[in-house]
Protein backbone atom coordinates (compact mmCIF):
# COMPACT_ATOMS: atom_id res chain seq x y z
CA UNK A 1 0.00 0.00 0.00
CA UNK A 2 1.11 3.60 -0.86
CA UNK A 3 1.78 6.08 1.95
CA UNK A 4 -1.23 8.17 0.69
CA UNK A 5 -3.99 6.87 2.28
CA UNK A 6 -6.06 8.78 -0.06
CA UNK A 7 -6.65 9.13 -4.11
CA UNK A 8 -5.05 12.08 -5.12
CA UNK A 9 -3.93 12.65 -9.04
CA UNK A 10 -0.50 11.07 -8.56
CA UNK A 11 -0.39 7.73 -10.97
CA UNK A 12 0.55 5.34 -8.64
CA UNK A 13 -2.63 6.72 -6.68
CA UNK A 14 -5.16 6.11 -9.73
CA UNK A 15 -3.44 3.20 -10.55
CA UNK A 16 -3.76 1.58 -6.89
CA UNK A 17 -7.47 2.99 -6.78
CA UNK A 18 -8.76 0.43 -9.75
CA UNK A 19 -6.36 -2.29 -8.42
CA UNK A 20 -8.16 -1.85 -5.17
CA UNK A 21 -11.68 -1.50 -7.13
CA UNK A 22 -10.80 -4.34 -9.93
CA UNK A 23 -9.47 -7.19 -6.52
CA UNK A 24 -12.51 -5.81 -4.87
CA UNK A 25 -15.05 -6.84 -8.16
CA UNK A 26 -13.31 -9.74 -8.14
CA UNK A 27 -13.94 -10.65 -4.34
CA UNK A 28 -17.51 -10.06 -4.75
CA UNK A 29 -17.91 -11.97 -8.37
CA UNK A 30 -16.44 -15.43 -6.74
CA UNK A 31 -19.21 -15.31 -3.83
CA UNK A 32 -22.00 -14.86 -6.38
CA UNK A 33 -21.58 -18.12 -7.18
CA UNK A 34 -23.41 -19.47 -4.25
CA UNK A 35 -26.73 -19.99 -5.64
CA UNK A 36 -29.01 -19.48 -1.95
CA UNK A 37 -29.13 -17.23 -0.31
CA UNK A 38 -27.68 -17.99 2.63
CA UNK A 39 -24.78 -20.02 3.79
CA UNK A 40 -27.17 -21.79 6.76
CA UNK A 41 -24.21 -21.63 9.24
CA UNK A 42 -25.43 -21.43 13.03
CA UNK A 43 -25.13 -17.73 14.81
CA UNK A 44 -22.98 -19.29 17.77
CA UNK A 45 -20.39 -20.64 14.94
CA UNK A 46 -20.41 -17.51 12.98
CA UNK A 47 -20.28 -15.12 16.07
CA UNK A 48 -16.97 -17.04 17.41
CA UNK A 49 -15.53 -17.38 14.27
CA UNK A 50 -15.93 -13.24 13.41
CA UNK A 51 -14.85 -12.20 16.50
CA UNK A 52 -11.68 -14.34 16.71
CA UNK A 53 -10.99 -11.73 13.89
CA UNK A 54 -10.31 -8.95 16.36
CA UNK A 55 -10.50 -5.50 14.78
CA UNK A 56 -7.10 -3.51 14.85
CA UNK A 57 -3.36 -4.76 15.57
CA UNK A 58 -0.22 -2.63 16.03
CA UNK A 59 0.60 -2.94 12.61
CA UNK A 60 -1.94 -3.05 9.33
CA UNK A 61 -2.38 -6.36 7.11
CA UNK A 62 -2.23 -4.00 4.02
CA UNK A 63 -5.36 -4.35 1.56
CA UNK A 64 -5.06 -7.78 -0.15
CA UNK A 65 -5.03 -9.47 3.22
CA UNK A 66 -7.63 -7.61 5.02
CA UNK A 67 -9.35 -7.73 1.82
CA UNK A 68 -8.37 -12.05 1.55
CA UNK A 69 -9.80 -12.13 5.36
CA UNK A 70 -13.14 -10.10 4.40
CA UNK A 71 -13.87 -12.72 1.05
CA UNK A 72 -12.94 -15.85 3.60
CA UNK A 73 -14.45 -15.04 6.82
CA UNK A 74 -17.08 -12.48 6.19
CA UNK A 75 -18.48 -12.63 2.55
CA UNK A 76 -19.57 -16.25 2.29
CA UNK A 77 -22.51 -15.54 5.12
CA UNK A 78 -23.57 -12.56 3.81
CA UNK A 79 -27.02 -12.51 2.93
CA UNK A 80 -27.38 -12.54 -0.96
CA UNK A 81 -30.15 -10.28 -2.06
CA UNK A 82 -29.90 -11.24 -5.17
CA UNK A 83 -31.03 -14.98 -4.48
CA UNK A 84 -35.02 -15.79 -5.56
CA UNK A 85 -34.08 -17.92 -2.94
CA UNK A 86 -34.88 -14.79 -0.64
CA UNK A 87 -38.00 -12.66 0.12
CA UNK A 88 -38.69 -12.30 3.72
CA UNK A 89 -38.69 -8.43 4.17
CA UNK A 90 -38.85 -5.10 2.32
CA UNK A 91 -35.10 -6.02 1.68
CA UNK A 92 -34.16 -5.46 -1.98
CA UNK A 93 -31.35 -6.47 -4.36
CA UNK A 94 -29.52 -3.67 -5.63
CA UNK A 95 -29.56 -2.59 -9.52
CA UNK A 96 -26.08 -2.47 -11.36
CA UNK A 97 -26.27 0.73 -12.10
CA UNK A 98 -27.35 1.76 -8.86
CA UNK A 99 -23.90 0.00 -7.48
CA UNK A 100 -21.89 1.95 -9.68
CA UNK A 101 -23.50 4.92 -8.27
CA UNK A 102 -22.17 4.21 -5.15
CA UNK A 103 -18.97 4.33 -6.00
CA UNK A 104 -18.91 7.67 -7.45
CA UNK A 105 -20.99 8.67 -3.69
CA UNK A 106 -18.56 7.43 -1.98
CA UNK A 107 -15.28 8.20 -4.23
CA UNK A 108 -16.45 12.00 -4.14
CA UNK A 109 -17.85 12.01 -0.20
CA UNK A 110 -19.81 15.19 -0.93
CA UNK A 111 -21.81 16.12 2.13
CA UNK A 112 -25.13 17.60 1.39
CA UNK A 113 -25.05 20.07 4.46
CA UNK A 114 -23.95 23.16 2.45
CA UNK A 115 -23.64 24.18 -0.89
CA UNK A 116 -19.74 24.63 -0.29
CA UNK A 117 -19.22 20.58 0.64
CA UNK A 118 -21.91 19.28 -2.37
CA UNK A 119 -22.69 21.80 -5.41
CA UNK A 120 -23.64 19.59 -8.09
CA UNK A 121 -24.84 17.11 -5.64
CA UNK A 122 -27.12 19.91 -4.14
CA UNK A 123 -28.46 20.81 -7.26
CA UNK A 124 -29.05 17.14 -7.79
CA UNK A 125 -30.87 16.59 -4.91
CA UNK A 126 -33.18 20.06 -5.31
CA UNK A 127 -33.70 18.85 -8.98
CA UNK A 128 -34.51 15.21 -8.11
CA UNK A 129 -36.54 16.35 -5.04
CA UNK A 130 -38.66 18.58 -7.47
CA UNK A 131 -39.43 15.78 -9.78
CA UNK A 132 -39.99 13.67 -7.72
CA UNK A 133 -43.10 15.90 -6.39
CA UNK A 134 -44.42 16.17 -9.45
CA UNK A 135 -44.29 12.28 -10.03
CA UNK A 136 -46.79 12.09 -6.73
CA UNK A 137 -49.19 14.64 -7.90
CA UNK A 138 -47.94 17.47 -5.89
CA UNK A 139 -47.57 21.12 -7.19
CA UNK A 140 -44.01 24.01 -7.66
CA UNK A 141 -45.14 24.82 -3.58
CA UNK A 142 -43.84 21.56 -2.81
CA UNK A 143 -39.94 20.38 -1.42
CA UNK A 144 -38.82 17.34 0.42
CA UNK A 145 -35.18 16.02 1.38
CA UNK A 146 -33.46 12.71 1.14
CA UNK A 147 -33.69 10.96 4.48
CA UNK A 148 -31.98 7.37 5.63
CA UNK A 149 -34.85 5.41 5.70
CA UNK A 150 -38.69 5.70 5.84
CA UNK A 151 -38.19 5.30 9.89
CA UNK A 152 -36.47 9.08 9.67
CA UNK A 153 -38.84 9.95 6.58
CA UNK A 154 -41.86 9.29 8.74
CA UNK A 155 -39.96 10.71 11.88
CA UNK A 156 -39.35 13.95 9.83
CA UNK A 157 -43.01 13.96 8.45
CA UNK A 158 -44.64 14.03 12.20
CA UNK A 159 -42.29 16.56 13.60
CA UNK A 160 -42.84 18.72 10.68
CA UNK A 161 -46.95 18.24 11.09
CA UNK A 162 -46.79 18.42 14.68
CA UNK A 163 -45.15 21.70 14.68
CA UNK A 164 -47.31 23.44 11.67
CA UNK A 165 -50.37 21.95 13.43
CA UNK A 166 -49.06 24.03 16.91
CA UNK A 167 -48.59 26.57 14.84
CA UNK A 168 -51.87 26.69 12.94
CA UNK A 169 -54.18 25.78 15.72
CA UNK A 170 -52.87 27.81 19.02
CA UNK A 171 -50.69 30.18 17.40
CA UNK A 172 -47.65 27.98 19.44
CA UNK A 173 -43.81 28.26 18.39
CA UNK A 174 -42.82 24.42 19.48
CA UNK A 175 -39.54 25.11 18.20
CA UNK A 176 -39.08 27.65 20.50
CA UNK A 177 -40.67 26.67 23.09
CA UNK A 178 -41.23 22.81 23.00
CA UNK A 179 -44.60 21.15 23.67
CA UNK A 180 -48.09 23.21 24.67
CA UNK A 181 -49.12 22.29 28.26
CA UNK A 182 -51.81 19.91 27.06
CA UNK A 183 -49.30 17.66 25.11
CA UNK A 184 -50.69 14.74 26.88
CA UNK A 185 -54.34 15.19 24.58
CA UNK A 186 -52.02 15.08 20.72
CA UNK A 187 -53.87 12.40 18.65
CA UNK A 188 -52.49 10.82 15.93
CA UNK A 189 -54.50 7.62 14.29
CA UNK A 190 -52.90 5.39 12.11
CA UNK A 191 -54.13 1.64 11.37
CA UNK A 192 -53.05 -1.34 13.95
CA UNK A 193 -51.08 -2.88 11.19
CA UNK A 194 -49.34 0.62 10.26
CA UNK A 195 -45.70 0.63 10.95
CA UNK A 196 -43.61 1.10 14.49
CA UNK A 197 -42.24 4.05 13.22
CA UNK A 198 -45.38 5.71 14.19
CA UNK A 199 -45.36 4.38 17.71
CA UNK A 200 -41.26 5.31 17.87
CA UNK A 201 -41.98 9.03 16.35
CA UNK A 202 -44.35 9.72 18.79
CA UNK A 203 -42.37 8.50 21.90
CA UNK A 204 -39.37 10.46 20.27
CA UNK A 205 -41.88 13.94 19.96
CA UNK A 206 -42.36 13.63 23.74
CA UNK A 207 -46.04 12.85 23.03
CA UNK A 208 -45.83 9.19 23.94
CA UNK A 209 -47.30 5.50 23.02
CA UNK A 210 -50.28 6.88 24.04
CA UNK A 211 -50.93 9.45 21.27
CA UNK A 212 -50.92 7.07 18.88
CA UNK A 213 -54.05 5.75 18.05
CA UNK A 214 -54.61 2.32 16.30
CA UNK A 215 -57.43 2.49 13.68
CA UNK A 216 -59.12 -1.76 13.31
CA UNK A 217 -58.71 -2.90 9.72
CA UNK A 218 -61.23 -4.49 7.42
CA UNK A 219 -61.13 -7.73 5.59
CA UNK A 220 -58.62 -6.35 3.24
CA UNK A 221 -56.56 -4.92 6.04
CA UNK A 222 -56.89 -1.05 5.41
CA UNK A 223 -58.44 1.70 7.62
CA UNK A 224 -61.62 1.43 8.31
CA UNK A 225 -63.05 4.46 7.89
CA UNK A 226 -66.25 4.15 9.86
CA UNK A 227 -64.26 3.44 13.01
CA UNK A 228 -61.69 5.94 12.06
CA UNK A 229 -64.30 8.70 11.97
CA UNK A 230 -66.39 7.32 15.06
CA UNK A 231 -62.61 7.22 16.97
CA UNK A 232 -62.07 10.91 16.05
CA UNK A 233 -65.46 12.11 16.86
CA UNK A 234 -65.18 10.58 20.30
CA UNK A 235 -61.63 11.69 21.06
CA UNK A 236 -63.07 15.42 20.50
CA UNK A 237 -65.91 14.74 22.65
CA UNK A 238 -63.56 13.57 25.38
CA UNK A 239 -61.14 16.59 24.97
CA UNK A 240 -58.64 15.08 23.22
CA UNK A 241 -56.61 16.72 20.63
CA UNK A 242 -56.30 15.10 16.66
CA UNK A 243 -53.72 16.55 14.80
CA UNK A 244 -52.28 13.69 12.38
CA UNK A 245 -53.36 10.57 10.37
CA UNK A 246 -51.32 8.48 8.84
CA UNK A 247 -52.58 6.63 5.80
CA UNK A 248 -50.14 3.48 4.86
CA UNK A 249 -49.96 2.84 1.07
CA UNK A 250 -48.49 -0.88 1.52
CA UNK A 251 -48.13 -2.11 4.34
CA UNK A 252 -45.60 -3.69 5.88
CA UNK A 253 -46.81 -7.38 6.24
CA UNK A 254 -49.65 -7.53 3.81
CA UNK A 255 -48.95 -4.64 1.31
CA UNK A 256 -52.72 -3.39 1.88
CA UNK A 257 -53.37 0.38 0.30
CA UNK A 258 -55.32 2.77 2.77
CA UNK A 259 -58.45 4.94 0.87
CA UNK A 260 -56.54 8.18 0.95
CA UNK A 261 -59.49 10.16 -0.29
CA UNK A 262 -61.50 8.14 2.78
CA UNK A 263 -58.92 9.80 5.18
CA UNK A 264 -58.40 13.04 3.41
CA UNK A 265 -61.81 13.69 4.18
CA UNK A 266 -62.32 12.68 7.59
CA UNK A 267 -58.78 14.77 8.25
CA UNK A 268 -60.45 17.83 6.58
CA UNK A 269 -63.57 17.55 8.87
CA UNK A 270 -61.53 17.86 11.97
CA UNK A 271 -58.52 19.85 10.99
CA UNK A 272 -56.13 17.19 10.99
CA UNK A 273 -53.34 16.88 8.72
CA UNK A 274 -52.50 13.66 6.69
CA UNK A 275 -48.99 11.92 5.73
CA UNK A 276 -48.74 8.31 3.36
CA UNK A 277 -46.45 6.12 4.26
CA UNK A 278 -45.65 5.03 1.14
CA UNK A 279 -42.50 3.50 2.14
CA UNK A 280 -42.94 0.08 0.26
CA UNK A 281 -45.89 1.32 -2.12
CA UNK A 282 -44.57 3.93 -3.71
CA UNK A 283 -42.90 2.05 -6.18
CA UNK A 284 -46.36 1.42 -7.93
CA UNK A 285 -46.06 4.82 -8.89
CA UNK A 286 -43.78 3.83 -12.38
CA UNK A 287 -45.85 0.66 -13.27
CA UNK A 288 -47.81 1.40 -15.89
CA UNK A 289 -50.53 -1.46 -15.24
CA UNK A 290 -50.93 -0.57 -11.25
CA UNK A 291 -50.01 3.18 -10.81
CA UNK A 292 -53.93 3.75 -10.57
CA UNK A 293 -53.47 1.99 -7.05
CA UNK A 294 -51.94 5.01 -5.07
CA UNK A 295 -53.09 7.25 -7.96
CA UNK A 296 -54.29 10.05 -5.12
CA UNK A 297 -50.93 10.65 -2.53
CA UNK A 298 -50.84 14.14 -3.84
CA UNK A 299 -54.03 14.64 -1.58
CA UNK A 300 -51.88 13.70 1.22
CA UNK A 301 -49.54 16.77 3.66
CA UNK A 302 -46.10 14.69 3.10
CA UNK A 303 -45.23 11.31 2.03
CA UNK A 304 -42.48 8.61 2.72
CA UNK A 305 -41.29 7.10 -0.45
CA UNK A 306 -38.42 3.99 0.19
CA UNK A 307 -35.85 3.42 -2.97
CA UNK A 308 -34.35 0.67 -1.29
CA UNK A 309 -37.32 -1.13 -1.30
CA UNK A 310 -39.09 -1.53 -4.65
CA UNK A 311 -36.89 0.49 -6.77
CA UNK A 312 -34.16 -1.77 -5.73
CA UNK A 313 -31.62 0.84 -5.27
CA UNK A 314 -28.85 -0.30 -2.28
CA UNK A 315 -29.37 0.87 1.56
CA UNK A 316 -29.87 3.91 2.26
CA UNK A 317 -31.86 5.73 -0.35
CA UNK A 318 -35.35 7.46 1.32
CA UNK A 319 -36.93 11.02 0.98
CA UNK A 320 -39.68 12.44 2.52
CA UNK A 321 -42.01 14.86 0.50
CA UNK A 322 -44.13 17.75 1.57
CA UNK A 323 -46.83 19.24 -0.69
CA UNK A 324 -45.90 22.74 1.64
CA UNK A 325 -42.50 23.78 1.87
CA UNK A 326 -43.04 25.70 4.86
CA UNK A 327 -43.66 22.10 6.28
CA UNK A 328 -39.78 21.71 6.47
CA UNK A 329 -38.71 24.75 8.42
CA UNK A 330 -39.19 23.14 11.49
CA UNK A 331 -35.21 22.06 10.31
CA UNK A 332 -34.11 25.15 9.34
CA UNK A 333 -31.74 26.58 12.28
CA UNK A 334 -28.58 29.21 11.33
CA UNK A 335 -24.96 28.20 12.22
CA UNK A 336 -22.58 31.08 11.61
CA UNK A 337 -19.84 28.15 10.33
CA UNK A 338 -22.23 26.05 8.10
CA UNK A 339 -25.06 27.89 6.40
CA UNK A 340 -25.07 31.45 6.64
CA UNK A 341 -28.64 33.38 5.92
CA UNK A 342 -26.41 36.06 3.42
CA UNK A 343 -25.35 33.17 1.31
CA UNK A 344 -28.95 31.81 0.81
CA UNK A 345 -29.52 35.05 0.02
CA UNK A 346 -27.13 35.03 -3.03
CA UNK A 347 -28.62 31.47 -3.80
CA UNK A 348 -26.54 28.98 -2.35
CA UNK A 349 -28.61 26.44 -1.18
CA UNK A 350 -27.95 24.93 2.41
CA UNK A 351 -30.02 21.64 2.37
CA UNK A 352 -29.34 20.92 6.29
CA UNK A 353 -32.13 23.80 7.00
CA UNK A 354 -34.47 20.72 5.95
CA UNK A 355 -32.97 17.58 7.09
CA UNK A 356 -32.35 16.54 10.83
CA UNK A 357 -29.04 15.08 10.12
CA UNK A 358 -26.25 17.61 9.39
CA UNK A 359 -23.54 15.17 7.55
CA UNK A 360 -25.55 13.55 4.81
CA UNK A 361 -25.09 11.41 1.70
CA UNK A 362 -25.49 11.97 -2.06
CA UNK A 363 -28.04 9.30 -2.06
CA UNK A 364 -30.28 11.13 -4.50
CA UNK A 365 -27.57 10.12 -7.14
CA UNK A 366 -28.87 6.83 -6.98
CA UNK A 367 -32.19 7.97 -7.77
CA UNK A 368 -30.73 9.72 -10.62
CA UNK A 369 -29.00 7.34 -12.38
CA UNK A 370 -31.09 4.43 -11.77
CA UNK A 371 -33.97 6.53 -13.38
CA UNK A 372 -32.58 7.80 -15.95
CA UNK A 373 -30.83 4.62 -17.23
CA UNK A 374 -34.18 2.30 -17.06
CA UNK A 375 -36.82 4.76 -17.61
CA UNK A 376 -40.41 4.38 -16.90
CA UNK A 377 -40.31 1.05 -19.14
CA UNK A 378 -37.64 -0.43 -17.15
CA UNK A 379 -38.82 0.43 -13.93
CA UNK A 380 -42.41 -1.00 -14.63
CA UNK A 381 -40.98 -4.44 -15.60
CA UNK A 382 -39.71 -4.70 -12.57
CA UNK A 383 -42.32 -3.50 -10.69
CA UNK A 384 -44.71 -5.35 -12.31
CA UNK A 385 -43.04 -8.56 -12.50
CA UNK A 386 -43.23 -8.48 -8.98
CA UNK A 387 -47.08 -7.70 -8.75
CA UNK A 388 -47.65 -10.36 -11.37
CA UNK A 389 -45.64 -13.20 -9.23
CA UNK A 390 -47.44 -11.91 -6.26
CA UNK A 391 -51.05 -12.54 -8.10
CA UNK A 392 -49.35 -15.86 -9.05
CA UNK A 393 -48.37 -17.04 -5.88
CA UNK A 394 -51.95 -16.19 -4.16
CA UNK A 395 -53.81 -17.94 -6.93
CA UNK A 396 -51.98 -21.06 -6.51
CA UNK A 397 -52.67 -20.82 -2.88
CA UNK A 398 -56.24 -20.59 -2.86
CA UNK A 399 -56.51 -23.41 -4.78
CA UNK A 400 -54.39 -25.54 -3.01
CA UNK A 401 -56.39 -26.98 0.40
CA UNK A 402 -53.32 -27.56 2.26
CA UNK A 403 -52.70 -23.62 2.47
CA UNK A 404 -54.93 -20.34 4.12
CA UNK A 405 -54.14 -17.35 2.24
CA UNK A 406 -56.26 -14.75 4.01
CA UNK A 407 -55.40 -11.36 2.23
CA UNK A 408 -55.41 -10.57 -1.41
CA UNK A 409 -52.12 -9.10 -2.36
CA UNK A 410 -52.45 -5.41 -3.36
CA UNK A 411 -48.58 -4.96 -4.20
CA UNK A 412 -46.08 -7.79 -3.76
CA UNK A 413 -46.57 -9.55 -0.52
CA UNK A 414 -48.29 -12.42 0.32
CA UNK A 415 -49.19 -13.81 3.82
CA UNK A 416 -50.17 -17.66 4.09
CA UNK A 417 -49.74 -20.33 6.21
CA UNK A 418 -50.00 -24.27 5.67
CA UNK A 419 -53.13 -25.68 7.26
CA UNK A 420 -51.21 -26.93 10.48
CA UNK A 421 -50.29 -25.88 13.75
CA UNK A 422 -48.00 -22.85 14.53
CA UNK A 423 -45.33 -24.89 15.18
CA UNK A 424 -45.73 -26.70 12.21
CA UNK A 425 -45.29 -23.63 10.09
CA UNK A 426 -42.71 -22.29 12.09
CA UNK A 427 -40.25 -25.33 11.66
CA UNK A 428 -41.04 -24.86 7.99
CA UNK A 429 -39.21 -21.25 8.11
CA UNK A 430 -36.36 -22.48 10.26
CA UNK A 431 -35.31 -25.33 8.38
CA UNK A 432 -35.70 -23.54 5.32
CA UNK A 433 -33.58 -21.12 6.09
CA UNK A 434 -30.78 -23.96 6.85
CA UNK A 435 -31.05 -24.69 3.71
CA UNK A 436 -30.46 -21.25 2.67
CA UNK A 437 -34.34 -20.41 1.49
CA UNK A 438 -35.22 -17.28 4.03
CA UNK A 439 -38.80 -16.32 3.92
CA UNK A 440 -41.02 -14.68 6.43
CA UNK A 441 -42.91 -15.13 9.47
CA UNK A 442 -45.58 -12.76 11.05
CA UNK A 443 -48.60 -13.06 13.25
CA UNK A 444 -52.30 -12.78 12.04
CA UNK A 445 -55.27 -13.35 13.85
CA UNK A 446 -53.39 -14.73 17.02
CA UNK A 447 -51.70 -17.33 14.53
CA UNK A 448 -48.10 -17.97 13.18
CA UNK A 449 -48.24 -16.88 9.51
CA UNK A 450 -45.45 -17.69 6.57
CA UNK A 451 -44.53 -14.67 4.45
CA UNK A 452 -43.47 -13.82 0.73
CA UNK A 453 -42.40 -10.73 -0.25
CA UNK A 454 -41.91 -10.28 -3.86
CA UNK A 455 -39.34 -7.86 -5.40
CA UNK A 456 -36.73 -9.92 -6.98
CA UNK A 457 -37.39 -9.21 -10.86
CA UNK A 458 -35.42 -12.79 -11.46
CA UNK A 459 -38.13 -14.60 -9.84
CA UNK A 460 -40.57 -16.74 -11.98
CA UNK A 461 -43.79 -18.67 -11.76
CA UNK A 462 -41.57 -21.75 -11.86
CA UNK A 463 -39.62 -21.03 -8.92
CA UNK A 464 -42.64 -20.14 -6.92
CA UNK A 465 -44.08 -23.49 -7.93
CA UNK A 466 -41.26 -25.32 -6.53
CA UNK A 467 -40.99 -23.43 -3.31
CA UNK A 468 -44.98 -24.34 -2.81
CA UNK A 469 -44.30 -28.18 -3.28
CA UNK A 470 -40.73 -27.81 -0.98
CA UNK A 471 -43.13 -25.77 1.99
CA UNK A 472 -45.64 -29.27 1.36
CA UNK A 473 -42.42 -31.61 1.98
CA UNK A 474 -41.10 -29.26 4.74
CA UNK A 475 -44.54 -29.54 6.77
CA UNK A 476 -45.90 -32.88 5.76
CA UNK A 477 -48.21 -32.15 3.57
CA UNK A 478 -47.22 -34.49 0.94
C1 LIG B 1 -40.07 -0.44 5.68
C2 LIG B 1 -41.14 0.42 6.17
C3 LIG B 1 -40.87 1.51 6.99
C4 LIG B 1 -39.50 1.76 7.56
O1 LIG B 1 -38.61 2.14 6.58
P1 LIG B 1 -37.04 1.94 6.78
O2 LIG B 1 -36.50 2.39 5.47
O3 LIG B 1 -36.83 0.49 7.05
O4 LIG B 1 -36.62 2.80 7.92
C5 LIG B 1 -41.90 2.35 7.32
N1 LIG B 1 -43.16 2.11 6.89
C6 LIG B 1 -43.45 1.06 6.11
C7 LIG B 1 -44.87 0.86 5.66
C8 LIG B 1 -42.46 0.17 5.72
O5 LIG B 1 -42.76 -0.88 4.97
Excluded at 108 to 124: G, H, K, L, R
Excluded at 254 to 260: A, H, K, M, P, T
Excluded at 263 to 288: N, P, V
Aim: charged letters at 25%; a negative charge.
Amino acid sequence: MSDSPILTNAGKLREEYRNMIDKTVDAVLSSFSDKSAFSGIDPYTLRKNIGALGLIDEKGLGFDETLRMTRNEIMPHLLRTWSTSYMPHLHSPATLESIAAELIIATFNNSMDSWDQSPAATEVEVSVIRNLARLFGYGENADGCFTSGGSQSNFSAITAIRDAFLKKQYGWDAKKHGLISDFAKLRLYTSEISHFSMDKSCHMLGLGYDAVRKIPVDARCRVDLDEFERMVGSDVRSGLIPFCAVATIGTTDFGSIDDVAGMKRICDKYSMFLHADAAYGSGLILSRKHRDRIGNLGLCDSITVDFHKMFLLPISCSAVLVKDSSLLECFELHADYLNREEDEEDGYINLVGKSMQTTRRFDALKVFMAFKSRGFEGFSKIIDTAVDNAAYFYSRLRKDSSFEAPVEPEISSVVFRLDAEDNVNRRIRRSLMEKGIVIGQTVMGGKVMLKFTLLNPNLTHDHIDKLIEMIKKEGGAV
